[in-house]
């Protein structure tokens, strides 16, 4: 007999008739949190050097808390995220999830002091944390099962479009602003730059970067309010006939059946709740696990670090400071176009399938990079007393490589090669598995959970890279091309496929027991 897990292996999926524009319309609007989650992550990267003037932070430590302050924040708004979703619906997040983007945006444009920045850095963070959530979770539990991976793929389309919007808008900002620096040096160590001049209105340049926020949240708060509540919460929620309002919204047939469906997978004598994933393996269940690992497996494989150090590489080729713009806009525009290649292939090829491809393709073009970083010759202290201005000129560059053109179009090749492997199937198939892979009374507190350890391993990446760098930029790189070695066999022996499985099936699938009863 056949198992469970063919399911999501069985050649074509059956497709079921659906309202393919309403339901298109509910996912792209639940995927706005994904943008601001985009938006608000990298808009400091424009506003970074201008803030730490405002207030004279000059501690290389405590610059770099500053900013990934925000990634603690995420990890809190993940744990509540799950908690919230199954007490006040996914639609009600959502809405509260908006109004704390909008709140942040204008905090951070209007801090006056580093700790109040720093308060408003954490707000932001939780609502990225909260959308991280609640996004994919709401859309994979409204999506037809032939149509939810790509359906899915949005929230994280939505990210890297916002990453890509925010350094179009602190471009088009800085090229509004006065060229010539305007603020008194008051500190050698922490000089001002051209985004702490006036733009308009008495307010500098940075201030704007963080107001533009206010835009798009004020469009995902209005939009959300005409989302349908998730059927799945509202049937655990008793409220049956609502949810069957929202699939016959959806679903052309078998409107009753699903309801149906739905009922039979949340029966219990409670409401899902946080203790629903406890189990054996550690004090949770191995289908949790399963999720958390895959979550700290896509940060371990070193993209936010990776772009983080993107400069080095396209300065070996002769990129100057000027072009800097231009290469992280390269750089997300290979991140946007391959998300493409996802949505195109997910749910055609499943998602195991990418994640393997992803993982191999990673693990060639990190060792490749690893090797260039490896076999050059470092920068010294030597070498930067010679005047050395070809190879390296400044303490910062201490220990990092001395590329050759040729080994830097190499390293160039790679890294967005690199960057093209993750987009296509890390990047968005994990946050598609972590709102689709568990069963329905698990799913807010297990994606909970596996949210906050996503977070918790970019703060752990984030924060350990510059320390790494400064003793191998190769030894960071070799650590990622490991990651990327484990993520493969960790796929191909644990995750299973969930291509056109019901979400009502997952139990079954997963093998899991929930509630104690038996799958």
């Known amino acids: 007999m056949q198992g469970p897990v063919a399911a999501g292996d069985a050649g074509p999926v059956e497709k079921e008739p ?28 424009g506003a970074n050097k201008a803030v730490f003037y405002e207030f004279q932070i000059s501690n290389a430590g405590m610059q770099g808390f500053v900013v990934a302050i925000a990634l603690l924040g995420s990890a809190i708004g993940a744990f509540f995220g ?15 999830a908006a109004i704390l983007f909008l709140i942040a945006g204008v905090g951070q444009a209007f801090p006056f002091a580093t700790w109040d920045f720093m308060f408003w850095r954490i707000v932001g963070g939780f609502a990225i944390g909260l959308a991280a959530v609640v996004s994919p979770m709401y859309i994979s539990e409204v999506a037809p099962a032939h149509l939810r991976g790509r359906l899915s793929s949005l929230f994280q389309l939505a990210i890297v479009v916002g990453i890509f919007a925010t350094q179009l808008v602190n471009q088009v900002i800085i090229s509004l602003t006065p060229n010539e620096v305007e603020k ?93 994933i406890k189990g ?19 940060q371990f494989v070193g993209i936010n670090a990776v772009f983080y ?18 290469t992280s806009t390269i750089i997300s525009a290979v991140n946007v176009i391959f998300t493409f290649v996802a949505i195109a292939l997910i749910d055609r090829v499943g998602r195991k399938l990418l994640l393997l491809v992803g993982s191999a393709g990673m693990f060639v073009t990190l060792g490749v990079l690893t090797y260039v970083f490896v076999s050059a010759p470092q920068c010294t202290q030597a070498i930067i007393d010679a005047g050395n201005e070809a190879g390296c000129n400044a303490v910062s560059e201490l220990n990092t490589p001395i590329l050759s053109s040729s080994g830097g179009w190499i390293a160039v090749i ?47 990446v984030s924060e350990s890279f510059p320390g790494l760098v ?28 969930t291509k056109g499985v019901e979400l009502e099936n997952m139990e079954e699938l997963e093998g899991v027991q929930v509630g104690g009863n038996p799958a």
Request: hydrophobic letters at 55%; a neutral charge.
């Open 18 to 45: 659906v309202h393919t524009g309403k339901i298109i319309g509910i996912a792209v609007i639940a995927a706005l949190g994904g943008f601001l989650f985009g938006y608000d992550s990298s808009v400091i990267n």
């Open 82 to 96: 799950g908690r919230f979703c199954d007490r006040f619906g996914r639609k009600k997040v959502m809405v509260v």
């Open 184 to 276: 008194p040096l008051l500190n050698p160590t922490v000089p001002p730059v051209e985004a702490n001049n006036e733009l308009a209105l008495g307010l500098a340049a940075w201030q704007w970067m963080f107001l533009c926020m206010v835009v798009p949240a004020v469009i995902y708060w209005v939009l959300s309010l005409t989302l349908p509540e998730s059927p799945r919460y509202l049937v655990a929620e008793g409220r049956s006939e609502d949810a069957k309002k929202v699939l016959a919204s959806i679903y052309v047939e078998n409107v009753d059946d699903k309801v149906v469906a739905i009922e039979e997978s949340l029966k219990g004598d409670h409401k899902p709740s946080m203790a629903d």
């Open 280 to 298: 054996p393996r550690l004090g949770l269940l191995p289908i949790v696990w399963v999720g958390i690992i895959l979550a700290v497996l896509q």
């Open 309 to 326: 150090y993107s400069n080095l590489i396209w300065g070996a080729v002769g990129f100057d400071e000027s072009k800097a713009f231009l």
């Open 414 to 460: 790679m890294l967005n090669t690199y960057v093209a492997f993750f987009a296509a199937t890390w990047g968005p198939i994990v946050w598609v598995l972590l709102g689709e892979m568990f069963p329905n009374k698990i799913r807010a507190a297990a994606m909970s959970i596996g949210v906050m350890a996503n977070w918790i391993a970019n703060f752990i």
């Open 470 to 497: 400064k003793v191998s930029l190769g030894l960071a790189y070799g650590l990622f091309t490991v990651g990327a070695l484990v993520s493969f066999f960790y796929v191909l022996k644990f995750v299973k496929e």
